[in-house]
C-alpha cells in the first residue's frame, strides 16, 4: 500500500507501506500515528484513497465495498447544472484492496517529513 501524506508546506511525499494490517479497518476522517509509516511525532488524518482498480474512496459510503451511485459531483465528475451520472465508488473504510491512501499531518513532529524520510531511504 502507498501512502501519500501532504504536509503542511503543500507538499507530499509518497510512503511504501510494507504492512498495512495496521491501517486496515480506519474510515476516512479518522487520525492515526506517523510513527506506523516512519514519521515519528506526526499524526495523520485520512483523507481518501483508490482502490486497485482505480475506484476512489467516497466518505459517504459506508464499508470496504464498491457501490455504483448517481453523482452530481465529486471525483471524476464533470459539473454540469442538473446532470447526474452513476459511477462506482469505494466505501469509507480502509481495506486489504485499497492501493493507495491519501493522508495530511494533523500534528507535527519535531523533525521535518523530509529529514525522517530521507533518513529511512539511507538505511
Do not use: A
Not at 459517504?60 to 457501490?67: A, H, V
Request: proline share 1%; charged share 40%.
Amino acid at each position: 500500500m502507498k501512502i501519500t501524506v501532504g504536509d503542511t508546506d503543500g507538499k507530499t511525499h509518497q510512503i511504501e507501506l510494507e504492512e498495512s494490517s495496521k491501517v486496515v479497518g480506519k474510515k476516512i476522517g479518522d487520525s492515526f500515528e506517523g510513527g506506523i509509516v516512519g514519521l515519528d511525532g506526526y499524526k495523520l488524518e485520512i483523507t481518501g484513497g483508490s482502490d486497485k482498480q482505480g475506484f476512489p474512496m467516497r466518505e459517504s459510503i459506508e464499508g470496504t465495498g464498491r457501490r455504483s451511485i448517481l453523482l452530481k459531483k465529486g471525483s471524476g465528475i464533470d459539473e454540469e447544472e442538473n446532470v447526474r451520472k452513476r459511477k462506482t465508488v469505494r466505501g469509507n473504510t480502509v481495506s486489504d484492496e485499497i492501493e493507495q491512501l491519501n493522508t495530511k499531518v494533523v500534528e507535527e513532529g519535531n523533525e521535518s517529513v523530509e529529514d525522517l524520510l530521507s533518513e529511512e531511504e539511507e538505511e
